[in-house]
């Protein structure tokens, strides 16, 4: 894994480069505007119609761009321009999936099926996801799975997508009985993080893209986590430079993991921290009116609980999680999350996590910044009195 800086220097316009050192190495570029050279490193990384084999792009090489409504409004332009045209070429088409995590399923992967199958794409077309973590999840999803597998670059636009979810090659859509129970592991051939895009989101989903990166600088480490706390205020109002250096650091910190462990089951774990807790509550409100960043926020504070009841960890753990959370306009407690959520809504989806394992719970908990265990056979009372205690507000 590398991070080197780009053009211009260390300033915030400045472009860092993270290598992620996969089965498929790639790099994922950080910076304003990088939008804007789009068209460059997909040449760069193998995956511009015109430089695969050889052959131009008028070879029935194609790029399909998947983006919802909303983000095609602000940046599909911008996109397209960064590809080297105003308009859709011949070769490249658009797809627009519906707007929000009720859309992250296998309804939707098979309608882009069909818009693949009908403009006659083939293996080598390139799928851009253009948007949050719902798209890159299907357009990951569907990569992996159109003819046993097609390139994806990735260019999130959300910060929950930048520091995560468009990171590590984890693809998947949701069912009914959980989140992403149907998925694959397929790794981008590139990501572009321009961090210039944040500037239109509204405020919680800013916010949540922020419990994503409170969650790695818990996993980071001390320093990480002390510098995110004295940023709060210039992350809240998205200065560019202090993006440009969180989405950079959360970037370096998760390439490291998935270096380690690209399928998931050893040390890439610790990237889970709050997700049990978190995928549990979107479950049992159905998906509906709960964010995803908020839904991790209270589970990080559920696990810290957890933790401190299991003497794996000290109550000033717990108060400090609360206290980052909290000054970065994040809920901590399931009253402060709509639907009501009691600890008896969320104990059934529990059973359906991805980390069960020879029928026991597992539970990705932190002893410490930097600290991090996956505990398994933990009683079933002292988990439900970490959620019951997160039904309150007496925070401490």
Same mark, same amino acid.
Request: proline content about 5%.
């Given at each position: 894994m %590398?991070c080197? @800086?780009?053009?211009?220097?260390?300033?915030?316009?400045? /472009?860092?480069?993270?290598?992620v050192n996969?089965?498929?190495?790639?790099?994922v570029?950080v910076g304003?505007g990088?939008?804007?050279?789009a068209? &460059?490193?997909l040449?760069?990384?193998g995956?511009?119609?015109?430089?695969r084999?050889?052959?131009?792009?008028?070879a029935?090489r194609?790029?399909?761009?998947?983006?919802?409504?909303?983000?095609a409004?602000?940046?599909l332009?911008g996109l397209?321009?960064?590809?080297?045209?105003?308009?859709?070429?011949p070769?490249r088409?658009?797809?627009?999936?519906?707007?929000?995590?009720?859309?992250?399923?296998l309804?939707?992967a098979?309608c882009?099926?069909?818009?693949?199958?009908?403009?006659?794409?083939?293996?080598?077309t390139v799928?851009?996801s253009? @948007?949050?973590?719902?798209?890159s999840?299907?357009?990951?999803f569907?990569a992996?799975t159109?003819?046993?597998g097609?390139?994806?670059?990735?260019?999130?636009t959300t910060l929950l997508?930048?520091?995560?979810?468009? /990171?590590?090659g984890?693809?998947?859509?949701?069912?009914p009985?959980?989140?992403?129970?149907?998925?694959?592991?397929?790794q981008?051939r590139?990501v572009?993080?321009?961090v210039?895009?944040?500037?239109?989101?509204?405020?919680?989903v800013?916010r949540?893209?922020?419990a994503e990166?409170?969650?790695?600088?818990?996993?980071?480490g001390?320093?990480?986590?002390?510098?995110?706390e004295?940023n709060?205020?210039?992350?809240?109002?998205r200065?560019?430079a202090a993006?440009?250096?969180?989405?950079?650091?959360?970037?370096?910190?998760k390439?490291?993991?998935?270096?380690?462990?690209e399928?998931?089951?050893?040390?890439r774990?610790?990237?889970?921290?709050?997700?049990?807790f978190g995928h549990?509550?979107?479950?049992?409100?159905?998906?509906?009116t709960? &964010?995803?960043?908020?839904?991790?926020?209270?589970?990080?504070c559920v696990?810290?609980?957890?933790?401190e009841l299991?003497?794996?960890a000290?109550p000033?753990?717990?108060?400090?999680?609360e206290?980052?959370?909290?000054?970065?306009?994040?809920?901590?407690?399931?009253?402060?999350?709509?639907?009501?959520?009691?600890?008896?809504d969320i104990?059934?989806h529990? &059973?359906?996590?991805?980390k069960r394992?020879?029928g026991?719970q597992r539970?990705?908990?932190a002893?410490g910044?930097?600290?991090i265990?996956?505990?398994s056979?933990?009683?079933?009372n002292?988990?439900?009195a970490?959620l019951t205690?997160?039904?309150?507000?007496? %925070?401490?």
């Open positions: %590398r080197g @800086g780009g053009r211009g220097g260390s300033g915030a316009g400045s /472009v860092a480069v993270v290598r996969t089965t498929v190495p790639y790099d570029h304003p990088v939008l804007g050279e068209g &460059r490193i040449s760069a990384a995956a511009s119609p015109a430089n084999a050889g052959r131009s792009s008028g029935g194609s790029h399909v761009i998947v983006t919802n409504p909303t983000v409004a602000h940046w332009d397209e321009a960064g590809l080297g045209g105003q308009r859709p070429l070769d088409h658009t797809a627009k999936i519906g707007d929000g995590e009720r859309y992250k399923t309804e939707t098979s882009l099926y069909d818009f693949l199958i009908d403009r006659r794409c083939s293996r080598d799928i851009l253009l @948007g949050g973590g719902v798209v999840d299907v357009a990951g569907v992996a159109y003819m046993r097609v390139p994806v670059v990735h260019f999130p997508a930048q520091v995560d979810a468009s /990171v590590g984890k693809v998947a859509v949701d069912h009985r959980g989140k992403n129970l149907i998925g694959a592991f397929h981008p590139a572009v993080c321009d210039a895009v944040l500037a239109t989101l509204t405020e919680d800013f949540e893209g922020l990166a409170a969650k790695t600088a818990l996993i980071s001390e320093d990480m986590l002390t510098q995110m004295t709060t205020s210039s992350l809240a109002r200065d560019p993006l440009r250096e969180l989405v950079t650091a959360c970037v370096r910190v390439a490291g993991l998935v270096e380690q462990d399928h998931d089951t050893g040390p774990m610790a990237l889970n921290l709050g997700h049990t549990a509550i979107e479950a049992a409100d159905g998906f509906e709960v &964010r995803h960043g908020a839904a991790v926020s209270v589970g990080m696990a810290a609980r957890l933790a299991c003497a794996a000290p000033a753990l717990t108060l400090r999680t206290r980052l959370l909290s000054g970065l306009g994040l809920p901590v407690r399931l009253s402060q999350l709509p639907g009501a959520l009691r600890a008896s104990t059934p529990l &059973r359906q996590d991805k394992l020879d026991k539970y990705v908990l002893r910044p930097g600290d265990t996956v505990a056979g933990i009683a079933e002292l988990v439900h970490a205690w997160a039904e309150g507000d007496d %925070r401490r």
